[in-house]
Structures are given as structure tokens and as C-alpha cells.
């Protein structure tokens, strides 16, 4: 059974002189990934392995290195989900953890809920042992210095038991007011994963993604379409029907990838073959 596992490193601008290295941290989140995959591990975990990388990297708006707010501080996003059960965990508003993605995932698994948000999410934070930091720990020199790149992290992935899962971290918006959620943690907008069809993780404004509802109608298209006939279907939709800016990755049950975007750049890397490729997808 194939394997894959693609992430991108967010929709927007990208200034050439940080192609390189977005394409270096992709390919590596990607490697750990599959490394994962090869040895029979679970699509949950290598879409966790490779979203906690790109937070990682203050290249990229999530986790350390997030767009501030309104008010000068990081709030953050994240969401997890299983194709073969639907299960879902996500996190809102979130400010002092270095990886939320992990957060969302805790959701999951040791709550009856799906989304937990800001204060309550990081008391429940504390209560699962996660370290949590100063706010402003979480602010990277870059964000008080210049414009952010990008939009969004995210990971999609199928693994050798045909399981599909996605992941999905961000900062948000660039000023948005205090307690603005985007799309990211909303499931059907940010991601959504579904074993009979394969996964897909949206990157953008979000209030689009969400009027689209972009990432479920992506792994719908997949009844009718191969992968990236379904990526650019549903990315042609977003814009023509809902105004909408970004672009979405996805993967079928065949462990074939589909990229579309209408932002010019969208930084990605996939498994091809038994190499990774890594672009910035430029319009
Ligand atoms: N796509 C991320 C956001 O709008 O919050």
C-alpha cells in the first residue's frame, strides 16, 4: 500500500531570498514524516511529526514565529483529524504553547470535545503536562521587524494501512481583532480527513476557507476527480463563488497529491516517487 505524506508552508508572499530555506524546512518535515510512515507508523502521527517542524521554524506564521494580532501578540490555531474515525481535536486563541498542533491532538484524545479555546484550552494545557510559556516567548524578532510571508502550515498524509490524516497550525491573520478564529481549527474549512476519499488542508484568509467550507468540498471533489483535478476544481470554486484567497493541499487514497492556490506563492513538498520534491508554487 502507498505511502505520502505533503505539507505546505502557507499561501501569501513569499520574498525570494526565503525560498530556499522554506523549502528546506518543508522537505524536512516531510522526511521525518515518511521516516515515520516507513516503518509502519500512522498517518495521525506523521502529519503531528511534520506540523510540529514548520511550527518550529519562525520562517512560518504558526507556533514560534506567528503574526501578532491587533494588539501586538500571538494567538494561535490548530487542528487534527482522523480519517478512519472522524475524530477531531482543535485548539483557538491559544497563546503561550510552542506547539499547538500537539494541544489539538491532546483534545482528541483525552477530551469529549472537539475544540477548546484560549484560557480553557491552556488550563487544560497545564493540567496535560505541556509546558506553557510567557506570551511573548512566542513572538520572533522577525514579526516586530517585518511583513510575514506566509499563511498557515499544514500536513496531510496516508500511511501503509490506508489511513489519511491531516494537520493544520497557524497564527492567523496579520492585526486581526483580539480573539479573531480563523479557519484553520474548523473542521470541513482549515481540514478535513476521510478515509473513503483522502484528506486535504486549506491555507489563506480565512474567512473565506470557511465560507467555502473549502477543504471538505476539496475531498468531496474526489469522488468524481483525481487529486489535482479536485484541488484546482475546488480552488477555482472558492474564488469564483466565495471570494476566497489561498489554496489547499490534499491526498487521495491512492496516496496521490493534489496543490492549487490563487496567492502567489504557496511553499509545499511531497513524497514523489521515493524522493521528496519541494517548490514555492508560484501563480
Ligand atoms: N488561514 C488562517 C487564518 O485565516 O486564520
Redesign the pocket.
Known amino acids: 500500500m502507498a505511502i505520502q505524506l505533503i505539507v505546505h508552508g502557507g499561501a501569501g508572499l513569499v520574498a525570494g531570498e526565503h525560498h530556499a530555506a522554506v523549502m528546506a524546512t518543508c522537505s524536512a518535515a516531510v522526511a521525518s514524516g515518511i521516516a515515520h510512515l516507513r516503518e509502519g507508523g500512522t498517518a495521525l502521527n506523521a502529519v503531528e511529526i511534520a506540523t510540529r517542524i514548520l511550527e518550529d521554524d519562525p520562517l512560518f506564521n504558526a507556533g514560534y514565529g506567528s503574526v501578532l494580532n491587533r494588539d501586538g501578540k500571538v494567538e494561535m ?1 490548530a487542528l487534527i483529524m482522523d480519517g478512519r474515525t472522524f475524530q477531531i481535536g482543535a485548539v483557538a486563541a491559544v497563546s503561550r504553547l510552542k506547539n499547538p498542533i500537539s494541544l489539538a491532538r491532546r483534545v482528541m484524545e483525552a477530551t469529549p470535545h472537539h475544540l477548546l479555546a484560549a484560557g480553557g484550552a491552556e488550563q487544560f494545557a497545564a493540567e496535560q503536562g505541556f509546558e506553557l510559556v510567557p506570551p511573548e516567548h512566542m513572538i520572533a524578532p522577525r514579526q516586530l521587524a517585518t511583513k510575514s510571508d506566509g ?2 502550515v499544514g500536513a496531510v498524509a496516508l500511511d501503509s494501512a490506508g489511513n489519511v490524516a491531516v494537520a493544520v497550525s ?1 497564527g ?2 496579520r492585526g486581526k481583532l483580539a480573539g479573531r478564529v ?3 481549527p474548523i473542521p470541513g474549512a ?1 481540514g478535513w480527513a476521510d478515509n473513503a476519499l483522502g484528506a486535504a488542508c ?6 473565506g ?1 470557511m465560507r467555502a467550507l473549502l477543504t471538505f468540498r476539496a475531498v468531496n471533489l474526489l469522488e468524481t476527480h483525481g487529486a489535482q483535478a479536485a484541488a484546482e476544481a475546488a480552488v477555482a470554486l472558492f474564488e469564483q463563488k466565495f471570494g476566497g484567497d ?1 489554496g489547499l493541499i490534499l491526498v487521495d487514497r491512492e496516496g496521490k497529491v493534489g496543490i492549487a492556490h490563487n496567492s502567489p506563492f504557496m511553499p509545499v513538498a511531497w513524497l514523489n516517487g521515493d524522493q521528496i520534491s519541494a517548490q514555492v508554487a508560484q501563480k
Open positions: 490555531d499563511d498557515t497557524t492567523g491573520v480563523g479557519d484553520s482549515g486549506a491555507t489563506g484568509v480565512g474567512e476557507i489561498g
